[in-house]
């Protein structure tokens, strides 16, 4: 180990992370069964390593430094790595755990079938948590003012933007799957246009997660299937 490097163990980045949700040392140390002076010691052996507070004190409690903030997120993915290792067991036979993965309704029932089939015959164990989510949810939209339309709503999902239109309130644009299961299909009128030139569909991922096995996995298919 190089000289300097220091390890921090689970149990005192667990502490420092409840200690980060709460600002509260006197809640912090009933929930995490450790007496006051030994949460103080704890938080200092973080700081020691670090070279910095990690924590502003005052009367009223404690409130993150800058460093603070930026230790935060170290911890909590030391921490998620440190599960995934003991999840893993000590010599597993394939991945195992679970994925999760968010998506567009329309997504989850014409593109992830086919998407993550592949990935579930290579790793059988672990177990899928599928999320549909508005794309909303998933990535900051952004748009031109100067070459906006004039814009009545925003609604997150297609079934709120079908009962706009219903209402009289414009034109929308869905999918066609989304247009031939809705209730309201026959109050609408579809608008002919040129056929919608081919458009890319991503696959996003957190750069950091891609240190944890099962999101690497999927996303090594997810590449060699493109």
Known sequence: MPPGTSIVSVRNTA???????????????TDCHVSPSTLTRTIQRLEAPAGTRLF????RGVAL??????FRGYARQALELWQDYRAAGPVPAGLTGSLSV????TACQTLLPDLLAPFQAAHPDVRM??????????LARRRDPARAPDIAAEPDGHEAL?????????????PRLVLDTSVVRDRLAVVPTDPMPPFTIGLCVCRADLR?????????LARGAA
Do not use: K, N, Q
């Open 102 to 105: 968010f998506a567009t309704v």
């Open 162 to 174: 079908l009962a706009l239109v219903v209402l009289g309130y414009g034109t929308g644009v869905v």
């Open 212 to 220: 944890r096995p099962i999101v690497a996995a999927l996303w090594s």
């Open 15 to 29: 502490v420092f992370l409840h200690l980060c949700r709460t600002l509260d040392c006197g809640r912090t140390s």
């Open 56 to 59: 502003d004190r005052g009367p």
């Open 65 to 70: 430094t800058a460093e603070g903030h930026r």
């Open 129 to 138: 948590d599928l999320r549909p989510a508005d794309a909303a949810d998933a």
